[in-house]
């Protein structure tokens, strides 16, 4: 089982350059999320999308763009990096729905550490 | 809005000691409660959750944590250290419902000496 695969593991980027940080899940979930986790501070939401065809800004949405393209997929997009994006980010996702099944598990990728210069 | 507290950003422990990893939330209605844990250069992994059945709730690996309402808090326990336990543990609390969202602690790094 693969669970949730983030690529790339690792990414330099200098200031004001553009890069797509890419997502999938084979646990047919329903919600994804992004994560980015600076030290001191924990995970601190950036975007999710709670079915399909629906995105949401979380806490630090700033700066970042998403694209729910699938059920399995979910990107993250930095249009013009800035070193403050220097972090750790983590796709996760969940069972969401009505059933008992919820219980608000996430299930976690390896996680991608983006240099900023 | 809910949020969690853990205090204390280091422990130490030794091997073989209890270890006590303290979380407090705040939330407007009755949370669901999580732990999880991170190894070294690893994503984030389940430890254990409370969603409302026994206050007591067992994880893996020997750890367990109770849910306090009164004290809000939801500390994670467990008699014994194994070196192995050596990782960054995040508290954390969600909502289920419309906008449903996980907010995370800040973590606490776990050390254990031999």
């Known amino acids: 089982n693969a669970g949730v695969t983030q690529t790339p593991k690792f990414q330099v980027l200098k200031t004001g350059q553009s890069m797509t940080l890419q997502c999938a899940q084979d646990?047919?979930?329903?919600?994804m999320y992004w994560y980015r986790q600076d030290p001191g501070m924990g995970l601190r939401l950036i975007y999710y999308?709670?079915?399909?065809?629906?995105?949401d800004k979380g806490e630090v949405p700033n700066g970042y763009n998403v694209s729910r393209l699938n059920k399995r997929e979910f990107s993250l997009r930095l249009e013009s990096a800035a070193p403050s994006q220097t972090s750790v980010y983590f796709c996760?996702?969940?069972?969401?729905?009505?059933?008992?099944?919820?219980?608000?598990?996430?299930?976690f990728g390896e996680g991608s550490r983006l240099t900023v210069l | 809005a809910q949020s969690v507290t853990q205090l204390g950003s280091h422990v130490s422990v030794s091997e073989g000691a209890l270890v006590l990893l303290r979380c407090n939330y705040s939330s407007s209605v009755p949370p669901y409660l999580f732990w999880y844990v991170q190894y070294p250069n690893q994503g984030l992994q389940l430890l254990l959750k409370y969603t409302s059945a026994a206050t007591l709730v067992k994880g893996i690996n020997g750890f367990e944590a109770e849910f306090k309402k009164s004290e809000t808090s939801f500390h994670l326990t467990k008699p014994s250290a194994h070196m192995s336990d050596a990782a960054e543990y995040f508290c954390?609390?969600?909502?289920?419902?419309?906008?449903?969202?996980?907010?995370f602690g800040a973590g606490t790094r776990l050390f254990v000496k031999a």
């Open positions: 996760a996702s969940s069972e969401l729905g009505t059933s008992g099944k919820n219980t608000g598990e996430l299930f």
């Open positions: 954390a609390v969600s909502l289920l419902g419309g906008g449903f969202k996980t907010i």
């Open positions: 646990m047919n979930h329903n919600s």
């Open positions: 999308s709670a079915s399909e065809g629906t995105t």
